[in-house]
């Protein structure tokens, strides 16, 4: 299979992780993280190619990266000039890297990628002299103005995303570039480093590459090729001004939140409150994503990873309306209802690609009347990718019971 006909499997395979508008399910955004996590670990313990980039393939930032708990603002797919070719983004990726050697360059122009609306894309293999490398660009477009809760331009949260290092910049005239380093997977060792920048006219470009050719083992280097000034050099370069030159649709009115995502703090004051008597915590490090927080916990000598998600509830009545029909259509987990209107969906979710084997997350999501959404989360371990079986901390009760706390409603 040759490079191209791999990534375009690869793309095919991610579709869903594209960003997605600032109404949309953010059950749906929780299980696409669980899943391309799950994914990454399963290939990449068998030599896949697929392997790490179901991660981030579409566009931008990783699990749990800034932006992507409680409001997501990117914006509407669409706003692609018709002459931007496959060989325009191949040939322009190509021209802001520093000088190497180039191979098997190629992309996805508007209209012609492998999924409806997907956005410009490119990849190639990059070799610095010490081994060749896959280098992956792909864009996309945010709402504005950029706020700390814009998609991508915050650090990936450690917990969620174990990482090595991330260098996050706010450039002279108001843009954002943040350089994510991913931990090595346990078992192939491949290392995946992104920059991803959001310009203030609404432009996101995303480069990701990994130390090898082929998105798994076996390794072409030690570390990826490019270096993070290089890679902010190519992400910021004003070469992609052609991709963007033609005005992105406006904002979906309906999609907006009635309020900002609340800040980590104040979703670890509301969930301290709701958690059992005797219940000990540690917060950790402290936390910048807006509308997501994390908490160690330990319970009756057990000790689990608490995480909780807060969307707040969009400030259309019909928007709530359709989002609540979704919601009672999943059938992911067991749908129940609380006395006060609120529908509350349960899942337990193994180590297999399909959610089989022994349990390793637990999760309560609660849509809640006025349209706000809280998702809690738990898992054993100090970060997801390395969670474990076992019995957690709390129940499943006792996670719905904070997840349908009323506390929660603004």
Not at 31 to 52: F, M, T
Not at 105 to 121: H, N, T
Not at 198 to 225: K, M, Y
Request: with cysteine; aromatic share 4%.
């Amino acid at each position: 299979m040759s490079l191209d006909e791999k990534f375009a499997d690869l793309l095919r395979d991610a579709a869903d992780l594209a960003p997605v508008p600032p109404a949309a399910d953010l059950a749906d955004g929780a299980r696409r993280h669980h899943r391309r996590r799950r994914r990454r670990q399963v290939v990449l313990a068998g030599g896949g190619v697929v392997a790490a980039a179901a991660v981030v393939v579409l566009a931008v930032p990783l699990p749990g990266t800034g932006g992507t708990g409680g409001t997501d603002t990117t914006a509407p797919a669409g706003g692609w000039p018709e002459q931007i070719t496959a060989q325009f983004m191949a040939d322009t990726l190509t021209s802001v890297l520093p000088p190497g050697h180039a191979s098997a360059a190629d992309g996805y122009g508007v209209g012609d990628g492998p999924v409806p609306d997907l956005p410009p894309s490119a990849h190639l293999l990059y070799d610095d002299g010490g081994g060749a490398g896959m280098v992956t660009l792909s864009t996309s477009r945010v709402a504005l103005p950029i706020t700390d809760a814009t998609w991508g331009t915050q650090c990936a949260d450690p917990v969620e995303t174990p990482s090595e290092g991330c260098e996050r910049t706010v450039l002279p005239g108001g843009g954002v570039v943040v350089v994510d380093k991913l931990a090595p997977d346990a078992q192939a060792q491949v290392r995946k480093w992104q920059a991803t920048y959001t310009g203030t006219d609404g432009r996101q470009v995303s480069i990701w590459e990994v130390n090898s050719a082929s998105f798994g083992p076996p390794l072409t280097r030690s570390t990826p090729p490019l270096t993070s000034a290089q890679l902010v050099a190519a992400v910021t370069s004003s070469a992609w001004d052609p991709v963007f030159a033609k005005p992105a649709p406006g904002p979906v009115p309906d999609a907006t939140p009635s309020t900002a995502a609340p800040a980590p703090g104040q979703i670890l004051a509301t969930a301290t409150t709701l958690l059992p008597p005797g219940t000990r915590t540690d917060t950790g490090a402290e936390q910048h994503t807006p509308g997501q927080a994390h908490l160690t916990l330990t319970l009756d000598g057990r000790t689990s990873m608490l995480a909780v998600h807060v969307q707040p509830r969009p400030s259309d009545n019909a928007a709530v309306a359709r989002e609540r029909e979704a919601f009672e259509k999943d059938t992911s987990g067991t749908l129940t209802k609380t006395p006060d209107g609120s529908s509350v969906l349960a899942r337990e979710t193994g180590a297999t690609k399909t959610g089989g084997g022994p349990t390793l997350r637990w999760s309560v999501e609660v849509l809640h009347p006025d349209g706000t959404k809280v998702l809690t989360s738990e898992w054993n371990g100090t970060n997801e990718a390395q969670a474990l079986p076992g019995t957690p901390a709390l129940t499943v009760d006792q996670l719905k019971t904070i997840a349908a706390a009323p506390a929660w409603r603004h």
